[in-house]
């Protein structure tokens, strides 16, 4: 089979389109043939070994798996002994965490990582829900403990992750205020927003406004800015994020370390979150979707052996919304 292979961390030209042989599925597996596959900023952060401090999972000199790609849509090619639910043939979506393996014909899945794809969406439409969809999820319900009626803000509302919170915390009865660039405000008020802050014009830190929960998905303002706008018993909610800058050793994870030292300390909660596949997050996703109240957004897609030219596109900060690749 095709896939996109890596031996040595570094930029995208480090990715190469190789035959390898197709994997066998053990007893809890499935065998997927990949439909489409979509990019997260998990993606690069693994591929060039940044943060450094990170290269302590995945592997300290190279990447343990050698292919590249989390989130996949796709057809159960295969099953092994122990798989009880899915057959051959059943269309589905799912999250590998950290095994990787999507950029390819055929990947293996543990089944209790997939769920059945939502019939009306496409398989590129669901690659984009898996990761980000169960970031946002747990973190504006689960973490963020979104209640009808609160103030919601999601720092960085047109990314893969944040066009998804967007209509997430709209659904958990929010009133909700996303931050992008201007060329994205439209889009965000789209899906849902109630107000828009154009970070190129204003400092949402500087605002009046006060909210009961912030998600903050950038990573780019400090915790004393973010505290400011929160209300005196509000949550804020850190997830991962930023762009590549010429490498880092902790890179954002330096301030969810510095969050979780302060959060003891202070009345406002604060939080991390990071997600966990499972097919209940999965399936929540996939109900919404079918009901038609949470739309995937999709900036561009390319074939599998463009996968360094999308990646590229990704971490140079130029992607809204999410980027697939198709198979």
Not at 4 to 23: K, S
Not at 110 to 135: D, I, K, W, Y
Request: contains cysteine; positive net charge; glycine residues 10%.
């Amino acid at each position: 089979m095709k896939a996109i292979i890596q031996d040595r961390y570094g930029p995208p030209e480090t990715l190469t389109l190789a035959d390898v042989d197709v994997p066998t599925p053990a007893d809890d597996e499935v065998l997927v043939r990949v439909e489409a596959a979509a990019l997260n900023a998990y993606d690069w952060h693994v591929m060039r070994g940044d943060p450094r401090l990170a290269r302590l999972t995945t592997g300290r000199s190279a990447p343990r798996a050698r292919i590249r790609g989390r989130d996949v849509a796709g057809r159960v090619e295969a099953v092994g002994a122990a798989v009880g639910q899915l057959r051959p043939g059943d269309a589905v979506f799912g999250d590998l965490g950290d095994a990787n393996g999507a950029f390819a014909e055929y990947v293996c899945v543990r089944e209790s990582l997939l769920a059945t794809r939502p019939t009306n969406l496409t398989a590129q439409q669901a690659a984009v829900l898996p990761l980000a969809g169960v970031t946002a999820l747990m973190g504006l319900r689960d973490v963020g403990q979104v209640e009808p009626g609160h103030r919601v803000l999601i720092n960085g509302a047109s990314g893969g992750v944040g066009t998804l919170a967007v209509q997430l915390a709209k659904l958990l009865g929010a009133t909700v205020t996303g931050v992008c660039s201007t060329r994205n405000v439209d889009l965000v008020r789209s899906l849902g927003a109630d107000h828009v802050v154009d970070y190129t014009r204003d400092d949402f830190t500087r605002d009046t406004r006060r909210h009961d929960v912030i998600l903050d998905l950038v990573g780019n303002r400090t915790l004393t800015a973010l505290r400011r706008v929160l209300t005196p018993t509000g949550t804020l909610v850190l997830s991962g994020g930023g762009t590549y800058r010429g490498g880092s050793l902790v890179g954002p994870v330096w301030l969810i370390a510095r969050g979780r030292l302060l959060a003891p300390f202070v009345r406002q909660r604060i939080v991390t979150v990071a997600a966990t596949p499972s097919r209940p997050h999965l399936e929540t996703l996939r109900a919404h979707a079918e009901a038609g109240r949470l739309v995937p957004v999709i900036d561009r897609s390319y074939p599998l052996h463009a996968t360094a030219d999308a990646i590229r596109y990704l971490e140079g900060e130029h992607a809204r919304s999410k980027v697939v690749i198709t198979v």
